[in-house]
């Protein structure tokens, strides 16, 4: 006999349990997000969750292969999204395989444009654990850190690569530019995570491709350089710099080793 559908929290309910798994939930560590823990947590739990939440979902889909939801929260004049994908081993009982998640905090600047708000003030009441602070703290120095910088797409992109844990972190923050420096602050980013099995024994490029594309992995590994080839501090330095919940400062990076669009 079929489980009965799981009912839908109402919205401030539903609300409030999005911004207290975003704020604070020490049992659920990386690869696991939201109680959802790619090896173990199989495609009825997911779709459980994400039925639970569609209260507060602009979009859910649910599938064999691959679910996804796109949760958004009105809070003081900001919009908090959430948009998760979760994609299962069709080869292990719809075991969950992986997860992809970006967390984007937006303001409305007329109607029906939306544009993200790089400094607001949702990033420090529920986004702390995002936070490139928090993760150095939690989950101590990645195995590399790498960078992107291109004055065309107007983005910095900062990569932290744990994927010996079964996770990425990539921050994207705005590029600012000074004389012939590049500069990305992390603390202006919003957050892409990509979680795994760790048994798949992913790098970073594959683990955020997920696809085994060979051209998207050759891509990312041309394009994004080591931290130490590109500025002037080693990983040591990064870690003991951005562990620090008091450090505000910006990466920079010569625009000379980044060619145009």
Same mark, same amino acid.
């Given at each position: 006999? /079929?489980?009965?559908? %799981? ?6 309910? !539903?609300?409030? $349990?999005?911004?207290? @798994?975003?704020? =604070? +939930? ?90 993200? /708000?790089?400094?607001? %003030? ?6 702390? !654990?995002?936070? $490139?602070?928090?993760? @150095?703290?939690? =989950? +101590? ?109 910006? @990466? ?10």
């Amino acid at each position: 006999m /079929a489980l009965p559908a %799981p009912s839908p929290l109402p919205q401030k309910e !539903a609300e409030a $349990l999005i911004l207290e @798994l975003l704020q =604070y +939930n020490p049992d659920c560590l990386f690869p696991c997000w939201f109680g959802l823990t790619p090896g173990e947590t199989d495609d009825k739990a997911t779709k459980a969750l994400f039925e639970k939440l569609a209260a507060v979902s602009l979009r859910t889909t649910l599938n064999d292969d691959v679910d996804g939801a796109f949760w958004r929260i009105n809070k003081d004049s900001f919009l908090l999204d959430t948009i998760t994908s979760a994609i299962y081993d069709q080869s292990s009982s719809n075991i969950l395989e992986s997860l992809r998640i970006t967390i984007e905090v937006k303001r409305e600047v007329q109607a029906g444009e939306l544009n993200t /708000a790089w400094e607001n %003030p949702l990033n420090e009441q529920f986004l702390q !654990a995002y936070r $490139l602070p928090s993760v @150095l703290s939690t =989950y +101590n120095q990645p195995r590399n850190v790498l960078m992107f910088a291109n004055e065309g797409w107007r983005y910095f992109e900062l990569v932290l690569d744990y994927s010996d844990q079964g996770f990425v972190i990539w921050y994207s923050a705005p590029l600012d530019s000074e004389g012939e420096k590049f500069l990305g602050c992390p603390e202006k980013a919003f957050v892409n995570l990509y979680l795994w099995t760790p048994d798949l024994t992913y790098t970073w490029a594959e683990g955020v491709t997920g696809n085994g594309d060979t051209s998207e992995i050759d891509s990312l590994n041309r394009d994004f350089q080591p931290l130490e080839d590109v500025t002037s501090m080693t990983l040591d330095k990064f870690y003991d710099a951005f562990v620090n919940t008091e450090n505000d400062t910006c @990466l920079e990076t010569p625009k000379e080793l980044w060619p145009g669009p």
